[in-house]
């Protein structure tokens, strides 16, 4: 989880979500229609609010499915359906478990749309490829056990971009040893700080990692 800016509400909201909203609470219907939250205009404007990333977990959504959440649940606030500030886009598996803990309030998590990246790793820090939060923060807790961002599946995702990180250091450490040098060259610095960039998948964890390595090697 990063902190995301949110862009400016897309015209097809702006036109349209006062009529969307009341004719769907007048309908009673359970849920509101995917073809107009959904729109592509709205979606797009999501994709490019999040880096191409779940507002969550950081997965990298290019190519894979996304969902666009409803951050305050429409079986919550029927009002919010078509709220731009309550629009999140979302991978399946950080919606369905969402969704799934539905007891652990929003109000009681971190959100991205209102937590800086100082205040996120300030209760959520990795341990590799492993989240765990900082110094048992309740906050923090309630965050990866609402979005179950230590399940098997998250932890593999994460793995696999860590592993191509860890690849690259090991090398280059090994070929700084042979070159009798104790810092890394411009190129190297310049790629192993590119995982850390807001457009790359889990950015967050390295981040942290990358702080952990500067602490070690000053």
């Known amino acids: 989880m990063i902190h995301i800016e949110r862009l400016l509400e897309p015209e097809i909201l702006v036109k349209n979500k006062t009529e969307w909203t009341e004719k769907f609470i007048k309908s009673e219907k359970k849920r509101p229609s995917n073809s107009q939250y959904g729109h592509p205009k709205i979606r797009e404007t999501l994709y490019c609010m999040s880096f191409q990333k779940c507002f969550y977990c950081e997965k990298d959504l290019k190519g894979d499915s996304k969902e666009i959440d409803h951050y305050i649940e429409v079986a919550e606030r029927k009002d919010l359906a078509f709220e731009w500030n309550n629009l999140y886009l979302s991978c399946k598996l950080c919606n369905g478990k969402k969704i799934a803990n539905k007891s652990i309030a929003n109000s009681s998590t971190l959100n991205p749309c209102e937590h800086t990246d100082e205040e996120i790793i300030k209760h959520i820090t990795f341990d590799d490829e492993n989240i765990t939060t900082v110094s048992d923060s309740e906050i923090g807790r309630k965050t990866i056990q609402k979005y179950d961002l230590n399940s098997i599946e998250q932890n593999y995702n994460r793995r696999k971009e860590h592993r191509i990180f860890a690849k690259y250091y090991i090398k280059t450490i090994e ?21 850390k960039s807001k457009d790359k998948p889990y950015s967050l964890m390295f981040k942290v990692l990358l702080s952990k390595i500067a602490n070690l090697t000053n």
Do not use: G, P, Q, T
């Open 175 to 195: 070929k700084m040893i042979v070159e009798d040098r104790k810092e890394f060259d411009k190129n190297e610095l310049e790629f192993l700080n590119s995982f």
